[in-house]
């Protein structure tokens, strides 16, 4: 699927050629550097030389272990070969490396302001449009944690499904008469009633939306510990910190993947 999608990708950047690149070089070798303008968290090492050897040969010099911080000025890749290879595929890997750095960034900020609660950032659903293989890395790079991967691998019981079925029973009901026990169960609720009605109907877990700290308080003096517990809606890094109270088992946040800045990073090419 990786693979599938970097094809893609370098279908949509080449489309049937670099007519630059193409038209000025005559089989010259290259030595290509990374290097970061500014610091952060590394990650799409791998996804970025792949990105290269998909076009054709190169010999990986170096490559910073994802996960690893680095600091502006810091090489980061470097790689040898074909100058027409490493110029042809240098935009779709630098997408690539600036995009998950950025995310797998945000998420270490999360998780440190989390740091000693037990309580474990969750991603979503929110990820860019064929970027969520690699956006959901990112996070895990990053410290955080899965959320569900797609529509297909959990359920998670809604806003509009509750309006549609009828209420949070309902849809329960409809849920275990056709899913049955191999999926997981987890529902939104938005008030101390839907709370309460959710443990009764016997779910796996509950998403808090938008509580605030207070409500969290009284919301977890409820399940104690009956059930998985998190927390979602107006959490930020400057607030994160009053929802992680005990009986919380997570806080999710979209903003990890959409709100993500991109990272600086160039790369440049030297004769050999």
Known sequence: MIEKLLLRFLEEDLGHGDITTEGIFRSEKARGVIRAKEGGVFCGGSIAVKVF??????????????????????????LEGSAEVLLKGERVALNLLQRLSGVATLTKEFVKALEGTGVRILDTRKTTPGLRYFEKYAVRVGGGTNHRFALYDMVLIKDNHKVIAGGIKEAIRRVKE????????????????????????????????????EEVRKAVEFTRGKVMVEVSGNVNLNNIREYAIEGVDFISSGAITHSARWLDMSMRLFRI
């Open 53 to 78: 050897s998909l076009i054709g040969n190169v010999r990986l010099v170096k490559l910073l272990e994802d996960g690893k911080t680095f600091s502006a000025g810091e090489e980061l890749v470097i």
């Open 178 to 213: 056709r899913i049955g026990p191999a999926y997981k169960i987890e529902v939104e609720v938005e008030n101390l009633q839907e709370l309460m009605e959710a443990l009764k109907c016997g779910v796996d877990m509950v998403m808090l939306d938008n509580f605030s700290p």
